[in-house]
């Protein structure tokens, strides 16, 4: 089992009552979504920034406009098991705000509606699933993403082949043990025409694979709002190259 390491690193309010404790727990997660809207029907990318019992936060490529009723639905493979293996989930949602973010895109909160049993067990595994003491911080990548990255400063850097990305962090094997709360320098080479990537990351798991060789999860540090989005266009590319733009 991979050793799970303490990593340190550095909206809009909804004004109606909640209905349920407030108990956010960060995804990070873009999600192939159908949606429905003024009775028609589309498919989006939602990439889930948080959630909790009553509603969740989300960035789109589109607006939803503020007061508007929407039913969400995405499968749950993109989760980890035992979560990938509930089929999907189906969320009746009530906009209550947006904000236009730089490069295109929107943020939104929503409030759920009324949640069947089903999707009510699923909302709350989710949750607990992504809480500080749930959350085992893995960062997935569709396809394989060829980076650099340097130990200590003054050494040189090594290219790895990353298996993992998100917002979030970076996975990549490295054939040399390195200690809890080690930082390191990452560079990321990305595709589609975007700029390449230099981030700080630190050690959030690490696995070992083979004598002398560990598969690591890195958590990124101190991102800022434009490498944030920039990554997330990446796995958005990704995504539509793998699936199709209507997926």
């Known amino acids: 089992m991979p050793e799970l390491i303490h990593c340190v690193g550095t909206a809009q309010p909804i004004t109606e009552r909640r ?77 209550v705000w947006n904000k236009r973010l730089a490069g295109g895109a929107w943020t939104h909160g929503v409030r759920f509606g009324e949640l069947d049993a089903v999707s009510r067990s699923q909302v709350d595994e989710i949750v607990e699933s992504f809480s500080p003491d749930g959350h085992r911080t893995r960062f997935r990548l569709h396809r394989r993403l060829e980076a650099d990255v340097q130990v200590n400063p003054g050494e040189s850097w090594e290219t790895v082949h990353a298996s993992n990305i998100s917002v ?53 540090r101190d991102t800022l709002e434009e490498e944030a989005l920039i990554l997330q266009e990446y796995i958005f590319r990704c995504l539509e190259e793998e699936f199709g733009p209507d997926v």
């Open 168 to 220: 979030e962090g970076i996975g990549f094997r490295l054939e040399r043990a390195l200690r809890e709360g080690d930082t390191v320098r990452v560079r990321v080479h990305l595709e589609f025409g975007l700029p390449p990537m230099e981030l700080a990351a630190c050690v959030a798991w690490r696995d070992r694979v083979d004598l002398g060789k560990y598969a690591y999860g890195f958590q990124f």
């Open 19 to 95: 209905l349920f404790p407030r108990k956010k727990s960060r995804v990070n997660a873009i999600l192939p979504t159908q949606l429905r809207l003024d009775g028609r029907g589309d498919r989006i990318y939602l990439y889930l920034v948080d959630i909790s019992r009553g509603g969740m936060r989300f960035n789109t490529n589109r607006e939803l406009p503020t007061g508007s009723d929407v039913i969400l639905q995405f499968p749950l493979t993109s989760f980890e098991s035992p979560l990938s293996e509930r089929g999907s989930l189906w969320l009746p949602c009530h906009v």
